[in-house]
């Protein structure tokens, strides 16, 4: 199996910084399979959608809204992915969860319990 554990939510006001970190664990040879890591955010009254991917070999896209803003980068020695964000506007308020996808599991989609990032003044 596989567990993602997210950290790095908070409050933060419009115009800063926040870096949250996702870390998998569990078996090696699931882990070493994974090969797209990705954030999404679930906002109130709205859909989940992605924020931003990357792939094992460093392949990454962005949601709209975050280009420019945010960026995502891997770790592949500590199972870890990473999305720093900029320039937080209070639109970007949601609870952002990890998600991957195990080959080794038959493609099972496997998702964090999400930490919340609060943009306010």
């Known amino acids: 199996q596989v567990q993602l554990v997210e950290s790095g939510g908070g409050l933060v006001q419009p115009g800063g910084s926040l870096r949250l970190s996702c870390a998998a664990s569990?078996?090696?040879?699931?882990?070493?399979?994974?090969?797209?890591m990705g954030w999404y955010r679930h906002a109130p009254g709205k859909e989940r959608d992605l924020v931003a991917g990357?792939?094992?070999?460093?392949?990454?896209n962005y949601a709209d809204s975050v280009k420019g803003r945010f960026t995502i980068s891997r770790n592949n020695a500590k199972n870890t992915v990473y999305l720093q964000m900029n320039s937080l506007e209070p639109e970007d308020t949601a609870v952002y969860y990890c998600?991957?996808?195990?080959?080794?599991?038959?493609?099972?989609?496997?998702w964090g319990k999400g930490t919340l990032v609060t943009v306010s003044s």
């Open positions: 990357t792939t094992r070999g460093g392949s990454t």
């Open positions: 569990g078996s090696v040879f699931s882990i070493f399979s994974i090969d797209t």
């Open positions: 998600r991957v996808v195990v080959p080794a599991l038959g493609g099972k989609e496997i």
